[in-house]
């Protein structure tokens, strides 16, 4: 019987333990050093918050597992002999594959900021962190103030958790406003507003310099690169993106890049080894995608391919329209397509943009400047029908027809008021202005 | 040191307690409260009751609605849970533990201890229900019983908890509506106009409340009292009959169990107001939803066999064939019609032993019936014609004298009295033997309907248990029918009836149902014991236009949908593999939906074509990946 090796216990290498049974009887192992069962990720904040306990955000019970027979493993695997067709784990075990999967996810980035390394200075990726959180911010008696680095997602995801305990939080962003290498920018303003809105001290335009610590060890107070400002304080987040974690693969004869080189077929450099998930990086971006992907449905879905590659049937990994979804505090934020920021966009691309009075609701849509097609959507308070979308990419409709129709894509729980009418009336009358 | 002092008052930080204001909205809820406790240890206040009935009632409304205030009016419009897991009451603290056991206690005092409440069988009330008596008489003009001092505290429970409920989910429409909704329905038709009804002399009546869930709809007094209460109760039985076979199934296909479960039904109002914090304590296990599985169409059994044994028993109750010495027909004169069965002579006797004062038989066709049997009978009968007699009956049917005239013009006549009590037998058009080839051929009928056409819809053990469910009710019917046609079913229907009101009514849907909201989530009941949602529910899974819509590939699998499921849906198993929801226990609380931070679930209306829909690989991934794996089925 085969034996397929899985390092991660992430989406990406679940998802591929998953559709390797549904289509083989291969001898399945996932080995993963973080937690017994697979978890996700992206509930970490609602533990903290109190919303679940930690069992609310294992997608599977712990015995289904057993019942469709994938042997779970926790350790840390340290080495990787592909010679042997062997991984070493930290503690001494061999234990030998057929193939690999290295689904081994990202790790916080540490830009090397002085004071880095101080207790009470932390990302938040793993369920450790969120443990290390919880010792570390209880509460605002021994959390006076937390300051958090860098303006992402997991950042602002960090504050909004901070806030439910009451405690002060400071937000540097190192750009001029909230995320706009991602986002328009009026859909960055109004993000920037709604941040304020919650409490939360946002800085623009302001830098890191260094963590300062007390007698301890301890962090007390960070140093703003612009002002020189000291800014006493008890914990800080470091949430600066985050990059492949391949640091046990620097001497095996993998290649890497950032992260694990692959190809289509999601192999890396060596016979029988594939990588996945947050840990892969493209040789070449496909499209528009940048070369690492570090989300969750991309890990998702080069687990679905990867395990057909594996199981005889071999497939290119091949996504179809991007997509993406996120909350920013209490505004849910989809995107279809593609819209890029001001920063980024090329000379073709135009934007339609129509933002609610209220400023908790706003669409921006991508379309080229010459054809009319539409390219992307993005959507700040108002659900979307991904399948409409998806579907409108694909047959290249214009943006008059996406504009005409758009009732066909909400997907607002019914009863809610809807605004198509006054966006076609927006665009209608921007389109006379022009 | 003062790092222990800091650690020491981990509990005084939010969001795991209340704020200042919640603490004395909560003491001002009390207050109202112990204005109860104090009434129920009879001591004398001084002013009177209306005064105190009315600060109780108030002070608790306001503390409920000024607690949801000071929580939730400085918020943005948002999801609203933070701290739930943290805060005692909400995650089976000692709090949690301490309401259960008082809410328990109280079930238990209301179904089998009313006397300690303060009723009392023949005379003035005393206890805390003699403190409801002012606002009973005001509505009904009678004195309060326990049921109204319950049905008065439940309305307000839904009110007042509906309105937090709505200050908590303000930003979603779906869910005010649903809440004014539930709340008009608990205060009009459950609580005022039932009490209206009893002031104006017509029978007690909320209208909403179908059968099963009101398994006592078809009981015996229940129709005597609805016929006996002429047109109108004639109108409230029909209008009953109507909202099963016809209102309901029309609602449930075209919006899903949704329309009652959480727009309509008072135990599902409770729940989504009073009982929404603990909306989340709702055992997700597959273990359970086999348990729920189980029980709840044991019960729908349970419950048909009850109903069908106590309308047969009504029946047979109705056939002069079955008078016996035990008939209660004491000083009564009997009026029978049926020429078939028992020969008429050997009936009256048995009226004359029952102590009956005369007997009347009437008949339809032109020649009047001979009676055999007839030595040895001592008190009055006569033969009359029905269309001879037909005024003079309507005069004693509503209380006056007259005379009945004789078939045989030389026999005498009879004359009734003024207020004399009259029992009528044989004066329904169906008979129990049609009834139960009714209720056979009806159970018949769905049953081959779904193993026809809905077969593929149904998952192995599901076929099984209907099978099995099938066969064990058929059975019990044909059974009863064949073997002993004089006895009912191995039980006595009443018997039946009275272990079903105490085990189900009673037991599971007062005590456990909401004594335990605080340890096992606010939906028990209608999870795992409501007949009413199991039928809505297996309608609703097989012939629904109904189901909550998964977003394409957006579910990032976090787990909010699950984790507030109050009925214990693993909704995001389904929203993981982007599959729709289409699940006969679901509500339609939408809750879900309205916690979801992706966006990814809709709760809609839509054709029947493609609501159940299979998933292996989501959108968004190789269109010829997603093609082969999908279809491969
Ligand atoms: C707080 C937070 C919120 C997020 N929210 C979103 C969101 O809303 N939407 C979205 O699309 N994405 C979100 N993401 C990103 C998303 O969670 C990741 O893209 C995704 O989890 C990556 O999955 P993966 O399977 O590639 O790796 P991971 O989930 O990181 O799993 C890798 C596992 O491998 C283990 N491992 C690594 N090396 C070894 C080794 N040598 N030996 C043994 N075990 C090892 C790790 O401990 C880890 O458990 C979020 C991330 C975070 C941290
Ligand atoms: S599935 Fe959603 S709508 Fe249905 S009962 Fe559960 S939470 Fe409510
Ligand atoms: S459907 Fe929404 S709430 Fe449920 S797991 Fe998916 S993302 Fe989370």
Redesign the pocket.
Known sequence: MKHVVI???????VTAARHIRKLSDHKITI????TDHFFS??A??YIYMGHMKFEHTKPYEDKFWKKNRIDLKK???SQILPDKKEVVTKDGENITYDSLIL????KPNMFGWPGQDLDGVQG???YQDLQSLEKNAPNKKVCNRAVIVGGG??GI?MAEMLRTRDIPVTFLVRETSFWNGVLPSGESEMINKHIKDHHIDLRLNTNLKEIIADENGRAKAVVIEETGEELPCNVVGLTAGVTP?VE?LKDSPIALGKGIKVNRLLETNIKDIYAI???AEQHEAIGNRRTIE????T?RMMGETVAQTICGNPMEYNPGHWF?S?KFLDIEYQTYGWVFSERNKKDEELHFHWKHADNTKCITIAYHRDTGQFLGINTFGIRMRHNVIDNWLTEKRDVEYVVNHLKEANFDPEFYTHFENDILATFSKTKATI | MSKIQNDMSLTGQPPKTINKQQKLASALGLIGLFILLIALFNVILPGGKVIWLTTSLVAMATGIIWFAHAGYAHKKAGIKNDGVYFKSLSSRGLWAWSLGIFITLFYVALYWFPQYLGLVEDGDNNGVIALFDPLSKLLSGNPASQWFVYGTLYTLAILGFGVKFMYKYWHNKYEVLRTCSVMFFQLAFAFVIPEILVRLNQPYYDLKNMWPLNYDLFAGYKIDEFLSAGNVGLLMLIFGIISIFVVSPILTYKYGKRWYCSWVCGCGGLAETAGDPFRHLSDKRQVAWKVERWVIHSVVVFVTVMTTAVIFSYLRGNESSNISEWSNLEDKVVIMSESQGKSIGERIKQAEKAKAKAVVFLYEENEAPTIEDTEGITIDYIVASQSENKQALHIIKNGNEAIIKNSNSNGENLTVAKQQDIAVYDDFWISKEFFIWFIIGLLTLVFAWVMLFKRDALAKDAKYGAIGYFVVVLSILLFTYFSNPGKLFFFDAYQLRKSYGFLIGAMFSGVIGVGFYPLLGSRVWCRFGCPMAAILGFQQRLFSRFRITTNGGQC?SCGNCSTYCEMGIDVRAYAQKGENIVRSSCVGCGVCSAVCPRGVLKLENGPEDGRINPTDVLLGNDVNLMELMNNKK
């Open positions: 390092i991660g216990n992430g989406i990406a290498g080995i993963s050093a973080e990720r992206t970490l904040m350790a840390f695997v689904a081994t996810g990202s938040l990726y793993s997602l997991i995801e974690n046990f998930g947050d840990c570090a989300v969750w449905y890990g993406n996120a | 990032i």
